[in-house]
């Protein structure tokens, strides 16, 4: 079930579904608590790496809260793609805890 301030993503995000993902930002505030929840996403198009970047960016302009439940398969990705660390402030776990 979603909430509001949660988004729960499929286990495959594919390019042509990135331009729905943009619409459907109207839907939410930039200036709250927004959940990206990726615990079941295995694979993800590079394009939506680019939508993750646009909504962190306008939620911290917005003083809001982006919080990302990630896979380790999407935390992979981030680390494969030199991203992690831009994306880690907004982790609920990272694989640093994982393998300490």
């Not at 970047?53 to 793609?81: Q, W």
Request: glycine residues 4%.
């Amino acid at each position: 079930m979603e909430h509001k301030n949660r988004w729960i993503f499929p286990q495959e995000i594919k390019f042509n579904e990135v331009p729905d993902f943009l619409e459907r930002l109207d839907e939410y505030e930039m200036g709250t608590r927004i959940v990206l929840d990726l615990r079941k996403t295995e694979t993800v198009h590079s394009s939506f790496i680019g939508f993750l970047i646009h909504l962190m960016e306008n939620t911290r302009k917005a003083r809001g809260e982006l919080f990302i439940l990630p896979s380790c398969s999407f935390e992979k990705v981030l680390l494969m793609m030199g991203l992690y660390e831009y994306f880690s402030p907004a982790m609920l776990t990272s694989l640093r805890k994982k393998t300490a």
